[in-house]
C-alpha cells in the first residue's frame, strides 16, 4: 500500500481543470488529485466542508508524479519508511527532578536518618526558590480531604501554604497528612509483604505442594503424547474440540491429584469429582466456602490495556457505565519479586465493584505461587491469564499468546492457579498465533475441563496485530461449540452502540469486551446503554480531561513527579483520543479501522483534539498541568500506526 504523507500545493500546480463542482474546495485543486487523497483506502467519510486541504494526504507514487510533471521546483520527499510496528524503544526519557527530603516536608529535619548522605535536598529555601511555579486552581488532595501528604512540594502548595518570615506552615497537620492513609484506594503492597518477596521468605504452602505432585507428574510424562498443540491432528478443523475432549478426558486423574493439595494451616482443596461434575464453574466450592461469582452475561467489560489502562481512566471509564473492569498485565515474577512498579497496576479504586487483575507468566511453579500471593494479599473479583500478549519480550519467552501452543505448560498453569485461587479463574486469548490458523478453539476444551469461569477472544491472531478486522464469525463459533459450559466474551472492532447490538443480537457470546473504543471515546459504556449516538461537544471532552487529571494527580501525586506522571500517560491517551471524529463532521458513521482525513473542526478546541501532532498533545497538556520544560518530548509507547 502506499505510503501517505501530508502535502501543501504550491501555486505551481494549477494547470488542472478546478473542480467546479465542490463549493468547498479550492479553484487551483486538480480534480485527479482531490478525489486520490478523499477516496484513498482506509479513510473515513467527513463533509467535505471541513476537510483542510492545505493538509490533504496524498499518495507518495501521485506525489512522485506531480514532481515529475514540475519544470525545476520539486517538493521536499519524505524517504522511504519501513513497517511501522513495535514500541518506541529510544524515546526521550522522562525528566526526573531533585525533590525536598520527607523529613523536612514535615518540618522534623533530625528525622532524616540518612543525614548528609541523604539523595533528597535539605535546603527548604532552595528548594522553594528552585521549585516549578505553581499551578492555577486548588489543589486536588487539598480538596478533597482538607490535607495534602505532599506539604510545600505540591505544585498547589499556594493554596495550602502560609509563607512568612518564619518559615512555611500549612494549613493542616502535615504530619497526618503524611500518615493518612487513602481508603478509597486498595491492593496496596505492605512493606512487610514487600521485605518478605525481597527475601524470598514469604511462605506459599499451597503451591510447594502443587509444584511437587506436578513437577512428579512431568518427571513419569504423563502428558506424553499430548505434549505438544503441535502435533494435533491438521485436519481436525472442526469447531466441537471433539478430539480435545477426548484427550481432557485422561487427564481427570491429574487434576484429581493435583487440586488435592493439603497443608497443615490450609483445608482440602477443590477435588476432580467437583470439576468434572460441575456444569457451571462458579457453583463449584473451595474449601469449607463457596467460591466468589462473577455473572458475565451481559456485561460491558473494559478490556486489561497496557500503559493506558491505569486507575484514573478506568475511574473515567466506569462513571460512563462500565460493568467490569481489569487492570494492566502484570509479570508474575516481577509480582513475586515485589516490585513496586508491578504492584501499582493492582490497585483498585472503590468505584471498581467488579475488578480483576491480569497476571503473565510462562512457568507453572512461578504462576502458582503468584496466584496463591494474589488470593492472600490483594482484593480482587477474577483473576485473568493473559493468552493474548503478542509483543515479542512477552511471546519469545513462551509467555502470553505463546501460551497457546504450549499444551502442557497452559494445562499446568491452569490447574495451578484452580487449586490455590478462591476467586474465578478467567482466560484471555486470540483466535490463533498466525493469520489462517486458528486454534483457539482447541485451547477452549482445555479450559473448560480444568475449570475456567470465563474465556474471553480477541477476534484476531497475533502476526494480524491490528491490521485486519475481528474475525467474529470465528468468535461466535467457538461460542456454540462451548455452549453453556464455558461463557465467551468477545472482543474486537466494538465502536458504538449498533455494532454492540449487531453481536449481542445473534445471541451466541456472553458479554463484550472494549477495548480500542474504549480509548478512543470512553463514553462509548453510555452511548451502548442508552442506545444512542452522541455527538459530544469539545468542551464536554475538555471537562473529560480534567476529571482525568484531577484522578491523577490524586493517584500519582500533586508533587512534580506527579504532575508529570500524569502528563506523560494524559499524553499516552492522547494518542488514541485524537482518532475520534466528531458525529457531526462525518458524512457516514466512524469505523473503529478508518482513519480521518485531516479535518477542520467546529471550534478551535475540537480542530486541536483531532490534531496527530504530538506538538498538539503536549499543548493541550500544558492547559490542564502548565508549562512543560524547554527540553521536553514526547513519543507515544507504541509506534504501530495502523487503526
Known sequence: ?????????????????????????????????????????????????????????????????????????????????????????????????????????????????????????????????????????????????????????????????????????????????????????????????????????????????????WNAICERDEFNDVNNLSNIDNHNNEMNGTSMNIECKSDHHLLENLTDVEASSTPKAISAAEISNSADYNETPLNVRERKTVDFRGKLYLAPLTTVGNLPFRRICKEFGADITCGEMAMSSCLLAGQMSEWALLKRHVSEDIFGVQIEGSHTDTMTRCGELLSREVDVDFVDVNMGCPIDLVFNKGGGCALMKRKKKLKGILMGLKSVLDVPLTVKMRTGIESGKNNAHQILPICR???????????????????????????????????????????????????????????????????????????????????????????????????????????????TEGVEKTRRFLLEWLSFLHRYIPVGILESPQRLNLRPPMFIGRDDLETLFGSTNCSDWVKITEMLLG?????????????????
Open 449 to 559: 475441563d480444568i475449570g475456567v469461569a470465563m474465556a474471553a477472544i480477541h477476534g484476531r491472531s497475533r502476526e494480524a496485530r491490528y491490521t485486519q478486522l475481528a474475525d467474529w464469525s470465528y468468535i461466535e463459533q467457538c461460542a456454540d461449540s462451548m455452549g453453556d459450559s464455558l461463557p465467551i466474551v468477545g472482543c474486537g472492532d466494538v465502536y458504538d452502540y449498533s455494532d454492540y447490538e449487531e453481536v449481542m443480537e445473534r445471541g451466541k457470546i456472553t458479554g463484550i469486551m472494549i477495548a480500542r473504543g474504549a480509548l478512543i471515546k470512553p463514553w462509548i459504556f453510555t452511548e451502548i446503554k442508552e442506545q444512542r449516538v452522541w455527538d459530544i461537544s469539545s468542551k464536554e471532552r475538555y471537562d473529560i480531561l480534567k476529571k482525568y487529571r484531577d484522578y491523577g494527580l490524586e493517584h500519582w501525586g500533586s508533587d
Open 1 to 213: 500500500m502506499d505510503e501517505v504523507v501530508p502535502l501543501k500545493l504550491s501555486e505551481k500546480l494549477t494547470d488542472e481543470e478546478s473542480l467546479q463542482s465542490n463549493n468547498f474546495a479550492p479553484t487551483w485543486m486538480p480534480r485527479e488529485l482531490l478525489e486520490s487523497a478523499l477516496t484513498s483506502p482506509g479513510q473515513a467519510k467527513i463533509l467535505r466542508q471541513y476537510i483542510n486541504y492545505e493538509l490533504l494526504p496524498v499518495c507518495t507514487n501521485y506525489r512522485r508524479s506531480l514532481i515529475q510533471q514540475t519544470d525545476s521546483e520539486t517538493l521536499p520527499l519524505t524517504s522511504e519508511r519501513k513497517r511501522i510496528r513495535g514500541q518506541n524503544k529510544h524515546r526521550p526519557k522522562i525528566i526526573k527532578y531533585k525533590s525536598l527530603c520527607h523529613a523536612y516536608i514535615m518540618s522534623e529535619p533530625q528525622s532524616c536518618k540518612f543525614g548528609d548522605n541523604c539523595k533528597y535536598l535539605h535546603d527548604v529555601e532552595k528548594y522553594w526558590n528552585s521549585k516549578l511555579e505553581d499551578l492555577d486552581g486548588p489543589c486536588p488532595l487539598y480538596s478533597k480531604s482538607e490535607l495534602c501528604k505532599y506539604g510545600i512540594t505540591c505544585r498547589f502548595a499556594k493554596s495550602h501554604t502560609n509563607v512568612n518570615d518564619e518559615g512555611y506552615a500549612q494549613l493542616f497537620d502535615i504530619r497526618r497528612a503524611m500518615q493518612t492513609v487513602n481508603h478509597s484506594v486498595c491492593n496496596v503492597l505492605n512493606k512487610q509483604v514487600q521485605n518478605k518477596l525481597w527475601k524470598k521468605k514469604y511462605d506459599l504452602p499451597k503451591s510447594i505442594i502443587f509444584i511437587e505432585k
Open 627 to 643: 508549562k512543560v520544560p524547554d527540553c521536553f518530548d514526547f513519543q507515544p509507547k507504541h509506534k504501530a500506526n495502523s487503526y
